[in-house]
């Protein structure tokens, strides 16, 4: 089992890092997920018999990794679950994609399921509202590939690499609406900000990826104000 990283807790919340390839909640797979991950944290740690509440109040994608909040209520599930339903929670993702986009843009689509082969496509009135805005924070040259700073404001299923891929710059390693360049997809969720649901204090969280694989083509540095 991963070894869990938690940012921050105390009897409201959790905020933890989601590794990359865990699933956020578990299906049939029977694979290990985040969920059952952050569960077994608070058993163990408080020593504590019985079931363990824990509310999944929004998910990452399975390939993707980064910062999560759960609730260790159900006070503060339904407070957050309300907060990411109006929008006022702010996530931000880091990702590579292939090419050179316009240096920073916001982008507005409706999506709509597949049926299919379970995959989202764009449309122009129909489905659901996606909204980003985005910025080209460094540029690759020799592998024509680019790292964005992506400002979520819809959180639609596969929204970004849907919303890149159909204007030509997939995602980097996204077998689904990309190519099969890597196994793994450079999609990051690294700033997580919101109001504590119970103290009404506003809070703010940080991960980067790990300086590794195509993250390691790319200065981290050129990345400023992450939080504003």
């Known amino acids: 089992m991963n070894k869990l990283e938690v ?7 959790i905020v933890v890092v989601k590794p990359p390839n865990v699933l956020s909640q578990g299906d049939a797979t029977g694979d290990i997920d985040l969920l059952s991950m952050v569960k077994m944290y608070i058993k163990e740690k408080y020593h504590k018999k019985g079931n363990v509440y824990i509310g999944l109040v929004h998910r ?27 929008h006022d929670i ?9 090419g050179h986009p316009p ?3 916001e982008w507005t689509d409706y999506l709509q399921k597949d ?31 680019s790292l964005v700073d992506i400002n979520l404001e819809t959180g ?7 919303q890149f891929a159909s204007r030509g710059y997939p995602l980097y390693g996204d077998q689904r609406y990309g190519t099969m360049i890597s196994k793994d997809i450079a999609l990051h969720s690294y700033y997580l900000e919101f109001t504590h649901p119970v103290k ?6 940080t991960h980067l990826p790990d300086k590794k694989g195509i993250w390691n083509s790319f200065d981290f540095g050129k990345i400023e104000d992450c939080g504003n």
């Open 60 to 86: 990452l994608d399975r390939p993707v990794g980064g910062v999560m909040v759960f609730a260790r209520s159900s006070k503060a599930a339904s407070r957050l679950s309300e907060a990411i339903r109006t």
């Open 200 to 205: 009404k204090e506003k809070m703010s969280f």
């Open 103 to 105: 240096m920073e843009g």
């Open 115 to 145: 049926s299919d082969n379970n995959t989202r496509v764009v449309t122009e009135k129909e489905g659901k509202l996606a909204k980003l805005y985005y910025r080209v924070i460094d540029y690759n040259k020799d592998l024509d590939l």
């Open 90 to 98: 702010t996530k931000k993702y880091l990702a590579v994609v292939k």
């Open 156 to 162: 639609r299923h596969h929204q970004i690499r849907v």
């Open 7 to 13: 940012l921050y807790e105390d009897n409201h919340i």
